[in-house]
DNA sequence: GTCTATACGGCGATAGAC
DNA sequence: GTCTATCGCCGTATAGAC
């Protein structure tokens, strides 16, 4: 029992490491194992499986960084400041934690089976203050009427998928990493911009 | 000789239909080979390894979906039409192909080592005349002034990413696969809009 | 060309001794 | 808790019958 968090903890850092550096499916476990300085058996006494270790580790990291993007879209701040502060956000957030772009990409493609890590993925979008929010200001008559859904949807996508298409666009317009990390800096301020534009009345 | 084209494709075929499926590390050879209703040694005698499969199938699927849309890309139409069609073409192929989206993005991001996937996708975005096109539309005034691959990007984002993230909005709003679909058919007026929009001055 | 049979090393998972 | 030893599956390869 004293040196069983440890352990547990060893194996959770390696792998994390790991996993974050060459993808979940070309770590083995046994790489893992002697990463974290024990025997391949001892993984497996720990998590019952090479599966529920991503688990473990995917729903800690979800909940590490999703309160404060749940606390904005349910804040009760102007909606203009909110989406510039949701963007805002989320792309720091996705800039930090590159393992979390590769977990939500190889959840997603097989997500019928990944019913736990959807659910924790689901939950990160409560989206009802917000769709509130959106018809609300629509029949004051400051916006633009809008499909929430579309909305939110058209949000995420501006927001996330560059990361998923990182390489693509570093080996068309032939930058580095570091000038990557620049053009998604730019996009904090243009994918607000786009969003409150296409509430605008025109 | 005679039926050597015959098993060839049936072997390609049965890989296709599983890598898109499955993902390419969670379909086995021995199951390709079963699927093809032949044995384990003609997948070799075939194609030398799994890896040489994936290659042939990914090029092939690349090539076949990609030639209308660098078509539309590079025309003479003018730039609003352009934007319109491009995005209603591409939005059709994804969704007679639903699986492609998550598969490509399963590719890219692990492109370091696939460099031949890499130049395929790459391919795909010959968008020197589009760009040039976008920058001679701000010289004349008729847009405002733009980055091209920030605009680029965004069009992407919009077209693709709905499909990544299609169990998450089904999940989300309770709607059946038929209703995604309809929503998905929706968004072929509504990005095309958002993109014009984001190009003119305010 | 197509098959059966067999082999290799690596993998995830596990039984059982301590 | 921690270990060794082992299981069955994987991708890949090859030898040899038809």
Not at 62 to 90: A, F, G
């Amino acid at each position: 029992m004293a040196k069983s968090r440890n352990t547990e903890q060893k194996i959770f850092d390696a792998a994390t490491e790991l996993f974050l550096e060459k993808g979940v499916d070309r770590t083995s476990v046994r790489e893992i194992a002697t990463k974290a300085g024990i025997n391949l058996a001892l993984m497996n006494y720990y998590f019952r499986s090479k599966e529920n270790l991503f688990d473990a580790i995917f729903t800690q990291l979800v909940k590490k960084n999703s309160e404060e993007l749940i606390r904005i879209l349910n804040s009760e701040l102007e909606l203009e400041e909110k989406i510039r502060q949701y963007v805002y956000v989320y792309i720091d957030m996705l800039s930090e934690n590159p393992l979390l772009v590769s977990f939500v990409m190889a959840i997603l493609h097989r997500s019928r089976e990944r019913i736990t890590e959807m659910k924790a993925i689901s939950n990160l979008y409560a989206t009802d203050q917000f769709t509130k929010q959106l018809i609300d200001e629509a029949k004051k008559g400051n916006i633009r009427r809008t499909d929430p859904t579309h909305f939110f949807v058209d949000m995420l996508s501006l927001i996330a998928f560059p990361f998923a298409i990182k390489m693509l666009v570093m080996d068309k317009n032939n930058i580095t990493e570091e000038e990557f990390m620049l053009f998604i800096q730019e996009r904090k301020a243009r994918v607000p911009e786009m969003l409150i534009d296409s509430l605008r009345h025109r």
